[in-house]
């Protein structure tokens, strides 16, 4: 990729991981209004849990238009790991010495534009993902959870359903269990990028715990996913034909 083609992929990267973190730190607060507003109990939790998906089916939609309008733009630097892995891009080092920042700019953007934007009576659902567990828990936690979303929307992707709906709810709906499954540990975030935005604003960006639980893991979670799934659901490589003397 040329010098100008990768500046712009970044500034693409850094734009996208802005709004999406924007975008995203909010469906705990429109999930609030929506249930408020149709008038459902905060006890009757599947009916939050059937909003939130929905919403984020709806943001999913509208993001990866975007992405490919703005050239294959991307705000998560695991999906770049994950590609390698599984032999389906291979980024340059320059590629991603540029992107990987733009996208940790945008996510400290986005953090910094929602927490402003927020109203007050929402400002509770703004906690981003935090450690709630030992950094070596926590660690194992996020990684494992990286690698089972990432193998996930890999197979939904390249292998499942060609209908895009059905594409969007079946990544919502993952996404969503997973966020579950990790509520207890470390958020989850599986986003670098998006885990370090928050942690810019909640002042803990430089330390060696966000670095080991929410960079270093969830990138090795992400290769381990791209691996698995080049070696399971793709065929292998054809060999060249050798010609008879």
């Not at 990684?143 to 709906?165: A, D, E, Q, Y």
């Not at 989850?188 to 935005?197: C, K, Y």
Request: charged residues 10%.
């Amino acid at each position: 990729m040329a010098m100008g083609a990768t500046v712009r992929a970044a500034a693409a990267d850094a734009v996208v991981t802005f709004l999406w973190v924007l975008c995203a730190s909010a469906l705990g607060a429109s999930t609030a209004a929506v249930t408020s507003y149709l008038g459902v109990q905060e006890s009757a939790g599947h009916y939050a849990l059937l909003v939130t998906t929905s919403l984020l089916s709806v943001l999913l939609f509208t993001f990866d238009l975007l992405c490919g309008a703005l050239g294959g733009a991307s705000f998560n630097p695991t999906d770049f790991a994950a590609s390698y892995a599984a032999g389906l891009d291979s980024p340059s080092l320059f590629s991603v010495a540029l992107r990987f920042p733009a996208q940790a700019a945008g996510a400290v953007g986005g953090a910094l534009a929602i927490s402003e934007l927020m109203p007050a009576q929402y400002k509770h659902t703004l906690a981003g993902p935090s450690l709630k567990v030992d950094p070596h828990t926590g660690a194992l936690a996020e990684g494992v959870l990286t690698f089972v979303i990432t193998l996930t929307v890999l197979w939904v992707i390249v292998k499942g359903p060609r209908n895009v709906i059905l594409k969007t709810l079946l990544l919502s709906t993952s996404i969503v269990s997973v966020i579950l499954a990790g509520a207890e540990y470390t958020g989850p975030s599986m986003n670098p990028a998006n885990a370090f935005g928050w942690a810019y604003v909640n002042n803990w960006h430089n330390t060696w715990e966000q670095l080991y639980v929410y960079w270093i893991c969830p990138f090795i979670g992400a290769m381990l996913a791209g691996w698995i799934f080049r070696a399971v659901f793709l065929p292998p490589a054809p060999k060249p034909k050798t010609k008879k003397a």
